[in-house]
Antibody
Framework: EVQLVESGGDLVQPGGSLRLSCAVS????????ISWVRQAPGKGLEWVSV???????YYGASVKGRFIISRHNSKNTVFLQMNSLKPEDTAVYYC????????????WGQGTLVTVSS | QSVLTQPPSASGTPGQRVTISCSGS????????VNWYQQLPGTAPKLLIY???LRSSGVPDRFSGSKSGTSASLAISGLQSDDEADYYC???????????FGGGTRLTVL
C-alpha cells in the first residue's frame, strides 16, 4: 500500500526556516517524481516544487530561491527546506507523487500545517 | 490570480447534472493533459479524472471530463450529497515548467 506521511509543520517567525519531511512507503522515492503542493487557509492549491527521478529540481515562482527540495534515498524520504519564510507561506503543505507522463498527482499525504507569524 | 480560470461556485439539486469549466491558454491546456481533483472538506485532494477524460480507480462513471482547445470541463451527473466538495483542474504549464491549478470550484448540493 502506498503511503506518504508529512511532518515538520510548525509555527515560525517571519524570516525563519523550517524543514518538512515526507516519508514514503510502497515505492522508492529514487524511482519516482515527488512534489510539494500547498494550500493557504481558505484558498486553492498551489504547486510548490518537484524532484525528478534523476534528481533535477524545479520550483514555483513564489518560492524559487528560498525553498530547496531534496531526498534521502535510504530513508525513502523527501524534504522541503524552507528559508526566509514570509506570512504568505502560511499553508498546509502536501507531498504527492507525480506521474510525469500525464502530469497528475496520484497519491497524496495528509498534509502538515506551516504557520508564519510573529 | 490562478493561471487556469474556474467558476468559484456551482450548485445543483440531487439527481441533476452539473458542469464545471476550466479555461486556460495555449501553453497549458492547449498543449497538455488536463487532470481534475476532488477535495472533500478537511481532507487532502484526491485524483478524480486524469488524461482529460479517464476516471481514477474507484471513481463512479457519474463523473466525466472533456477538453477542447484551451478549455476543459468536468461533468457530474446524478448529483449526490456526497459530491459536495471543492473541485480543481490542473495541467502542466510549458512556460512555468510546473503544474498549475485552477482556483477551485465549490460544489453545493441543494
Amino acid at each position: 500500500e502506498v503511503q506518504l506521511v508529512e511532518s515538520g509543520g510548525d509555527l515560525v517567525q517571519p524570516g525563519g526556516s523550517l524543514r518538512l519531511s515526507c516519508a514514503v512507503s510502497g515505492f522508492n522515492v529514487s524511482d519516482n517524481y515527488i512534489s510539494w503542493v500547498r494550500q493557504a487557509p481558505g484558498k486553492g492549491l498551489e504547486w510548490v516544487s518537484v524532484i525528478y527521478r534523476g534528481g533535477s529540481t524545479y520550483y514555483g515562482a513564489s518560492v524559487k530561491g528560498r525553498f530547496i527540495i531534496s531526498r534521502h534515498n535510504s530513508k525513502n524520504t523527501v524534504f522541503l527546506q524552507m528559508n526566509s519564510l514570509k506570512p504568505e507561506d502560511t499553508a498546509v503543505y502536501y507531498c504527492a507523487s507525480l506521474r510525469i507522463a500525464v502530469a497528475d498527482f496520484d497519491y497524496w499525504g495528509q498534509g502538515t500545517l506551516v504557520t508564519v507569524s510573529s | 490570480q490562478s493561471v487556469l480560470t474556474q467558476p468559484p461556485s456551482a450548485s445543483g439539486t440531487p439527481g441533476q447534472r452539473v458542469t464545471i469549466s476550466c479555461s486556460g491558454s495555449s501553453s497549458n491546456i492547449g498543449s497538455n493533459i488536463v487532470n481534475w481533483y476532488q477535495q472533500l472538506p478537511g481532507t487532502a485532494p484526491k485524483l478524480l479524472i486524469y488524461s482529460n477524460n479517464l476516471r481514477s480507480s474507484g471513481v463512479p462513471d457519474r463523473f466525466s471530463g472533456s477538453k477542447s482547445g484551451t478549455s476543459a470541463s468536468l461533468a457530474i451527473s446524478g448529483l449526490q450529497s456526497d459530491d459536495e466538495a471543492d473541485y480543481y483542474c490542473a495541467v502542466w504549464d510549458d512556460k512555468l515548467n510546473g503544474v498549475v491549478f485552477g482556483g477551485g470550484t465549490r460544489l453545493t448540493v441543494l
